[in-house]
């Protein structure tokens, strides 16, 4: 039950951070997004390290972390540009389907959810994937197809990462997150110094890029948790339910419209997690 619950803490973060990157995306420039989400991330989770002092994490441990990062940045990359350019309420349940990355890695490795467990997958997966499926153009006038490809290529990215953070995550939930910032700082830094995007309005969204940063990086440290106590195919489907969240804020706070399949689609992610809470 625990590392249940700490990855439906993750998602709930995720969810958080990836709707105020989303409103940062459309007023900014992306790399700057990127460059001081990771920043604040990187802040913050070296002042927890250095209160906390955890151990040290082997070579290979902090290499995965590194690795981790590196590919986080290419998708978050692609994701910040399906939520500028598309619906929040289509981007986000399609980036989700990047639990289909590591639940398949988690079963040919071996592991063995219940079946009740297994059909909770299944309901989830399903659930995200009907929430993504939009036949009209929002009230903003945002076609329904802006943005899928990249937040497909997201998904791939994203989905890659979470297996190299749950290999990081057996050198401390904290070291992981740590190692990933440590790459993916300089790698964006670089690509902000390569491209010189605009930095009109990145002023006065300072706050709202560290929330996003402080957000995200907590979920990392969430599902790092998670996956060390739990099988890694089915935390990570929980904690790939961000997309709930993305949704909600997006029809509470901007009004996207959200069709009656997409709740229901919903609905059925939220049984999926009811199930594999019971397994």
Not at 14 to 34: C, E, K, N, Q, Y
Not at 40 to 63: I, K, M, N, S, Y
Not at 214 to 219: E, I, L, Y
Not at 261 to 275: C, D, E, S, T, Y
Request: proline share 4%.
């Amino acid at each position: 039950m625990t590392a249940i619950l700490l990855a439906l803490t993750a998602s709930l973060s995720w969810g958080v951070a990836d709707f105020g990157a989303g409103v940062a995306s459309r007023r900014l420039s992306i790399p700057h997004v990127i460059a001081a989400t990771q920043a604040a991330g990187l802040v913050f989770v070296g002042l927890v390290v250095a209160v906390f002092r955890p151990d040290l994490p082997t070579g290979a441990q902090f290499a995965w972390g590194a690795l981790a990062g590196a590919i986080g940045i290419f998708g978050l990359s692609a994701f910040y540009r399906a939520l500028a350019i598309g619906a929040m309420g289509i981007v986000g349940p399609l980036s989700a389907t990047a639990a289909v990355v590591p639940l398949a890695y988690g079963l040919a490795r071996g592991e063995r959810p219940s079946t009740l467990q297994l059909a909770g997958v299944g309901l989830a997966v399903v659930g995200v994937v009907a929430a993504s499926v939009e036949k009209h153009v929002d009230m903003h006038g945002r076609r329904i197809g802006a943005g899928v490809g990249y937040a497909l290529l997201a998904a791939l990215a994203f989905g890659c990462s979470l297996i190299a953070l749950s290999k990081a995550a057996a050198g401390g939930a904290l070291w992981a997150p740590l190692s990933m910032r440590l790459i993916g700082v300089p790698l964006i830094v670089t690509g902000v110094l390569f491209l010189r995007p605009s930095t009109e309005g990145l002023r006065t969204s300072w706050r709202l890029l560290v929330g996003v940063g402080v957000c995200d990086t907590a979920a990392n440290v969430f599902f790092g948790l998670a996956s060390a106590r739990g099988l890694l195919s089915v935390v990570s489907v929980l904690a790939s339910l961000y997309p709930v969240v993305l949704v909600a804020l997006a029809r509470l706070l901007l009004h996207e419209r959200i069709a009656r399949h997409q709740l229901v689609g919903v609905a059925v992610a939220l049984g999926g997690v009811g199930l594999i809470s019971a397994g």
